[in-house]
Each structure stands twice: as structure tokens, then as C-alpha cells.
């Protein structure tokens, strides 16, 4: 028991005599102003130094940035949610100056040091905060929209775009040319290809560029069928038929492949004729009374669709022709 007691009184005296001396230590003072460093214009960001200080413990650090009238300098404002250390010049503080309040903390206490005014505030010209970025659905034939992202400095700013093709092995963009809008439609010699938009915003101080990120891959769209294959020529045994690819959208260049189908009269129960893989095809007698379907697959950078003809009218024989006449023979 008194082991115990010996222990618990020696805890005590600890506590006791840390509490002593951070009530005997004495609060921050500061030895040297807080310095506001930067360009005084619309738009840019200023830092604040901590200033020099005196303390037992290092302290720690808070910031309050406050505007002030030109004329005015101890008639000060608290800007809201200024609070660390750095500090973006607003359009509505030209002509005024800024100053900081540092407060230095230790476990003595608190002090507080105000940096000097700054000079005037003065209109600035713009400065990319947050870059460009492109909106859409990166395929053929839709439409971007390019975000010009967010920008300092004194308003009004008025805003110039250019867009850019960019290779997908290199790091090469070249622009295309016409693109200067907020808009831009893909083309087809997009696809396969990333893009970036360039903005320039300009207002009456000067002007700045700011890039967007590259897009990934632009797609190419999937051939769409809009016209049926067609079967030409005559259904007679023996003649050479041709079949037209049809009607196709879709991104360029769209290659076509062909399958000839052999089906029963009403145009069903069909079955693909070997080697028949081209626009044209020869009749064969075996094939009189039957129907003919060919089937054109369309493919291109995005894939392949297939299309199917209606199916043709019978396929006729030839009726016998006389080549040479009968001739009789005998006394």
C-alpha cells in the first residue's frame, strides 16, 4: 500500500510542477513585423512571413488577411475565410491596400503582430486559377465544348480558343485550323487522335493562355446500315449477278465484304455458297427454282455490322435453243 501511494504522490508532483512552469512561461512578443511579399495586382497571391518572435516554446501560427482604406490605414476590414498565409488579390480591393494579422500561440499565451499595409491595389491582368477543360462525348460527329476553366484579374475578359489535334505515340499537337470556337465537332480525321483546346483570356491590362489537359482516344462511330444491299442482274442460269454494298453511315473509310446465301423459294432456309465472297457471283444450274440473299458486313476503326438483302425472284432456266437443225440420214 505505501508503495502504491509513493507512486501516486510522485505523479502528482509531475503534474503539479508542469503546470508551474507553463504558468510561469511567458507569452510570445514579437521582435520584427510580418513582410507581405508578392505583386500588388488584381489576381495575384500574397504571402505573409511570420515575422520575427521571442518565445520560450516555438509557437504556432495563425493568419487573418484585412483590407484597408487608401487613406484610412488603421480603418480595416476582416476579409472572410482569409485565414492562411497566402492570399489571392480580389477585383473589389483595387485601390485599397491589405495588411495580415499574425498571431503567434505557445503555451504561455497568444500575441499578435500586424504586418505594414501594402501599397495601392492596382487592376491586373489575367492569370489561369483553374485550367481549361473540355465537355463531350469523344466520338465522330459530336460536339465539345470547351470550359475556359477560372481566371484572376480585372474584369471584363474576353476569351479566344483554339483546338488542337495531338498525335497518340507522341507528344505533338498541331492546331486545327478553323477550330477558334468555344465548340468544336469531331471529325472524322479526329478519330484515333487525342485533342486540347487552347484559351486565351484578354481583358484591358494584357492577356494569358492557359492549356486543357489532352482528352483520351477519339472513337470512330460503328457502320449504320440506311439502304439495303441490292441483287442486279438476270436470274437465268448461267448469267453474272452483282450486288451494290447499300446505303452506310459511320466514320470513314468503311471497308465492305460480301456473302452469297442460296435459299428455297420463299427466301429461307438459306445456305451460305462456298467461296462466293465478292460483289459478283456466276449462276449455276444447280441453283434454278432457288432465291439468292447477300449478306455485306460494313466494317471500319470501330467495328463491324452486317446488312442482309430481301431475297430474290426464282432463279429460271434456259429454255432449249436450236443450234443447228435436225438432219435426216439414210436411202
Given at each position: 500500500m505505501?508503495?502504491?501511494?509513493t ?9 503539479l510542477l ?21 505583386s ?11 515575422g ?16 484597408c ?20 488579390i ?16 505557445t503555451?504561455?499565451?497568444k500575441a499578435?503582430a500586424n504586418s ?7 487592376p ?23 470550359d475556359?476553366?477560372n481566371?484572376?484579374?480585372?474584369p ?6 483554339q ?8 507528344a505533338i ?8 470556337a ?14 486540347l ?8 491590362y494584357g ?20 439502304l ?16 451494290t454494298?447499300g ?22 432456309s438459306?445456305s451460305?455458297?462456298?467461296g462466293a465472297s465478292g460483289?459478283m457471283?456466276?449462276l ?10 447477300v ?22 432456266g434456259?429454255?432449249?435453243k436450236?443450234?443447228g437443225?435436225?438432219?435426216i440420214?439414210?436411202?
Open positions: 505505501r508503495g502504491w501511494m507512486s501516486l504522490l510522485g505523479a502528482l508532483a509531475v503534474l508542469t503546470a508551474a512552469a507553463a504558468s510561469a512561461e511567458a507569452p510570445p512578443k514579437h521582435r520584427g513585423a510580418p513582410k507581405i511579399s508578392g500588388f495586382e488584381d489576381g495575384r497571391v500574397l504571402t505573409v512571413s511570420e520575427r518572435w521571442k518565445a520560450t516554446t516555438q509557437p504556432t501560427f495563425s493568419y487573418q488577411w484585412e483590407v482604406l487608401p487613406k484610412q490605414l488603421t480603418t480595416c476590414t476582416l476579409i472572410p475565410g482569409a485565414e492562411s498565409a497566402s492570399y489571392r480580389a477585383s473589389s480591393e483595387i485601390a485599397d491596400r491589405l495588411r495580415a494579422i499574425v498571431t503567434a500561440t503555451p504561455g499565451g499578435v505594414h499595409p501594402t501599397k495601392k491595389i492596382k491586373g491582368s489575367p492569370i489561369a486559377v483553374e485550367a481549361p477543360a473540355i465537355v463531350g462525348s469523344l466520338q465522330e460527329g459530336t460536339t465539345l465544348t470547351a475556359p476553366g481566371w484572376a484579374g480585372t471584363p475578359m474576353s476569351f479566344h480558343y483546338w488542337e489535334r495531338c498525335a497518340v505515340l507522341s499537337c498541331e492546331e486545327i485550323a478553323g477550330a477558334t468555344a465548340t468544336y465537332t469531331l471529325q472524322a480525321l479526329d478519330v484515333a487522335s487525342k485533342l483546346v487552347q484559351v486565351k483570356a484578354s481583358n484591358a492577356s494569358a493562355t492557359a492549356s486543357s489537359a489532352e482528352t483520351p482516344v477519339v472513337g470512330a462511330i460503328l457502320p449504320v446500315n440506311k439495303l444491299p441490292v441483287i442486279g442482274g438476270l436470274l437465268q442460269d448461267g448469267q453474272l449477278l452483282s450486288a454494298s446505303l452506310w453511315s459511320g466514320t470513314e473509310p468503311i471497308s465492305y465484304a460480301y456473302r452469297w446465301l442460296l435459299c428455297n423459294a420463299a427466301g429461307e438459306c451460305e455458297i462456298g460483289s457471283l456466276k449455276l444450274s444447280t441453283e434454278i427454282g432457288d432465291t439468292l440473299r449478306v455485306v458486313t460494313a466494317t471500319n476503326g470501330a467495328g463491324s455490322t452486317e446488312a442482309t438483302s430481301a431475297p430474290t425472284e426464282l432463279i429460271a434456259i429454255l432449249p436450236n443450234t437443225l435436225p438432219s440420214s439414210g436411202l
